[in-house]
């Protein structure tokens, strides 16, 4: 059974920084797209960021500049390192991956990691 388990989140100050690990496992043939999204209470879940297999990325325009998607295809593993934070990134992040397994093709999603920008 495929599962993403994220790691990293925390609480940090303005100004401060963090990264993300998202590890996916069980069945896994091949991983395609994989990003992070975030939700913040009242507000639809957002991408923040994506990665395509082969390392092709894509930032929303709130966080170019200052956060950098990357990956470790050996050990099926995203990450998002997260600098000069601020107050409007505090949410709940989450992992999302495309992934090709034994049981099937399928989107899946982690449990979410909650990060907290204190000003």
């Known amino acids: 059974q495929v599962q993403l388990v994220e790691s990293g989140g925390g609480l940090v100050q303005l100004g401060g920084s963090l990264r993300l690990s998202c590890a996916a496992s069980?069945?896994?043939?091949?991983?395609?797209?994989m990003g992070w999204y975030r939700r913040t209470p009242g507000k639809q879940r957002e991408l923040v960021a994506d990665?395509?297999?082969?390392?092709?990325?894509n930032y929303a325009n709130s966080v170019k500049g200052r956060f950098t998607i990357s990956r470790d295809n050996a050990k099926n593993t995203v990450y998002l390192q997260m600098n000069s934070l601020k107050p409007e990134d505090t949410a709940v992040y989450y992992c999302?991956?495309?992934?090709?397994?034994?049981?099937?093709?399928?989107?899946?999603w982690g449990q979410g990691t909650q990060v907290t920008v204190s000003s």
């Open positions: 069980g069945g896994i043939l091949s991983i395609n797209q």
């Open positions: 990665i395509t297999s082969r390392g092709v990325t």
């Open positions: 999302n991956a495309d992934i090709r397994a034994w049981s099937g093709p399928n989107d899946y």
